[in-house]
């Protein structure tokens, strides 16, 4: 069976070595050397200013929301995983969406501008698949309208724009470490925020709002990363160049038999660093989609249609039609891409795509 993704997963004898020194001395959560360990060694491959590990990609969304004192409307994308769109509704804001660009399925910064009113205070956008959004022109608009900005980016680890990582751009920014994504934890995440006291702020909050023992600098919850989870980090880390560098030849070779004018496939920001998080492939129309999938599924080939449904669609959101985020959101698939994934079952994932269309 050939599933969208597979979980990089080293020897576990590896993670057992790494996981042992947290063991034996019984620290297995609260902030222990292994979480410090993988901040410390994130940080300083990617030149970023703050990270703090934590437990999913979620819960960050939720707690910068909350340290940013968001009220009121917050625009954000139709096109994207669930969690952005249901943390500021769980934060008591309201989603506004802004329709997406039809060529890179990011948020456009004309549709965002749009949709300003008195009561927006934030944009909370997603770098789709690790695709950068257009980040100076949200910039120029979060600036001139006096709006924070948040980056959910959960895809994007390892993605970097004019020599930048993607983490460093936004009030804040977000990443999953799920074990679905490109780097992963089993379960987990991380804050990002290059300003000190928001940093602080957002470390505060991810630890029940402790300031030390016995005092408490104000609410919080918990998001802490324990052991286990760095340790997991820890042990796929250093793979993380060779991961990126077999998906790149496999993205490159699905390209290359699928790249033919019969698909639409994501356009990717120029002066960006990518990382090949996913494979999307967008259809003629949902009926030639449905046919290709269940061919595919019918051979245990399962790809998966992210995103679906547009997040305007979902009843609670309560959205308006989004024209491009429905078009594409009913004709993407996401082929399988993994590490242990054979140049011979990418031929052969495409060869039946092809048959059908
Ligand atoms: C995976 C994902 C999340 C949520 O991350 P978890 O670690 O599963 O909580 C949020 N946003 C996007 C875009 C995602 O793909």
């Given at each position: 069976?050939?599933?969208?993704?597979?979980?990089?997963?080293?020897?576990?004898?590896?993670?057992?070595?790494?996981?042992?020194?947290?063991?034996?001395?019984?620290?297995?959560?609260?902030?222990?050397?292994?979480?410090?360990?993988?901040?410390?060694?994130?940080?300083?491959?990617?030149?970023?200013?703050?990270?703090?590990?934590?437990?999913?990609?979620?819960?960050?969304?939720?707690?910068?929301?909350?340290?940013?004192?968001?009220?009121?409307?917050?625009?954000?994308?139709?096109?994207?995983?669930?969690?952005?769109?249901?943390?500021?509704?769980?934060?008591?804001?309201?989603?506004?969406?802004?329709?997406?660009?039809?060529?890179?399925?990011?948020?456009?910064p004309?549709?965002i501008e749009?949709?300003?009113?008195?009561?927006?205070?934030?944009?909370?956008?997603?770098?789709?698949?690790?695709?950068?959004?257009?980040?100076?022109a949200i910039?120029n608009i979060a600036?001139k309208y006096?709006?924070?900005?948040?980056?959910?980016?959960?895809?994007?680890?390892?993605?970097?724009?004019?020599?930048?990582?993607?983490?460093?751009?936004?009030?804040?920014?977000?990443?999953?470490?799920?074990?679905?994504?490109?780097?992963?934890?089993?379960?987990?995440?991380?804050?990002?925020?290059?300003?000190?006291?928001?940093?602080?702020?957002?470390?505060?909050?991810?630890?029940?709002?402790?300031?030390?023992?016995?005092?408490?600098?104000?609410?919080?919850?918990?998001?802490?990363?324990?052991?286990?989870?760095?340790?997991?980090?820890?042990?796929?880390?250093?793979?993380?160049?060779?991961?990126?560098?077999?998906?790149?030849?496999?993205?490159?070779?699905?390209?290359?038999?699928?790249?033919?004018?019969?698909?639409?496939?994501?356009?990717?920001?120029?002066?960006?660093?990518?990382?090949?998080?996913?494979?999307?492939?967008?259809?003629?129309?949902?009926?030639?989609?449905?046919?290709?999938?269940?061919?595919?599924?019918?051979?245990?080939?399962?790809?998966?249609?992210?995103?679906?449904?547009?997040?305007?669609?979902?009843?609670?959101?309560?959205?308006?039609?989004?024209?491009?985020?429905?078009?594409?959101?009913?004709?993407?698939?996401?082929?399988?891409?993994?590490?242990?994934?054979?140049?011979?079952?990418?031929?052969?994932?495409?060869?039946?795509?092809?048959?059908?269309?």
């Amino acid at each position: 069976m050939i599933n969208v993704t597979k979980s990089f997963l080293p020897d576990q004898a590896e993670y057992n070595a790494i996981l042992k020194t947290s063991w034996d001395k019984a620290w297995i959560t609260n902030r222990g050397a292994l979480v410090k360990e993988l901040e410390q060694k994130i940080k300083t491959k990617f030149h970023i200013t703050n990270m703090i590990a934590t437990t999913n990609g979620t819960l960050p969304l939720q707690i910068a929301i909350k340290a940013l004192h968001l009220k009121g409307e917050i625009i954000t994308t139709p096109f994207s995983y669930i969690a952005t769109a249901s943390s500021i509704v769980w934060e008591s804001c309201t989603p506004v969406f802004a329709d997406i660009e039809a060529d890179s399925f990011n948020i456009s910064p004309k549709e965002i501008e749009a949709k300003i009113t008195d009561k927006t205070s934030a944009i909370i956008a997603t770098h789709v698949f690790g695709n950068p959004c257009n980040l100076e022109a949200i910039d120029n608009i979060a600036k001139k309208y006096n709006l924070n900005v948040i980056y959910d980016a959960a895809h994007a680890f390892g993605v970097s724009y004019k020599g930048t990582s993607i983490f460093e751009f936004g009030d804040v920014s977000t990443c999953s470490f799920h074990a679905t994504k490109i780097f992963h934890t089993g379960e987990g995440g991380a804050l990002f925020a290059k300003d000190q006291g928001l940093y602080d702020k957002l470390y505060y909050h991810h630890n029940f709002g402790h300031d030390g023992p016995e005092n408490f600098h104000g609410l919080g919850i918990n998001a802490k990363m324990s052991e286990f989870q760095a340790a997991m980090g820890l042990t796929v880390f250093p793979y993380f160049d060779s991961i990126i560098e077999r998906r790149e030849l496999l993205y490159k070779l699905y390209m290359e038999i699928l790249g033919s004018g019969k698909f639409q496939f994501q356009k990717i920001l120029e002066n960006s660093v990518y990382n090949y998080a996913y494979f999307p492939l967008v259809f003629e129309s949902e009926a030639q989609l449905n046919t290709v999938n269940e061919a595919l599924n019918s051979n245990q080939i399962f790809p998966r249609r992210y995103f679906y449904p547009s997040l305007n669609t979902i009843d609670y959101l309560k959205g308006e039609p989004m024209k491009n985020s429905e078009s594409i959101a009913k004709r993407i698939l996401c082929l399988p891409l993994y590490y242990d994934l054979t140049e011979d079952q990418v031929k052969t994932i495409s060869n039946h795509i092809l048959k059908h269309v």
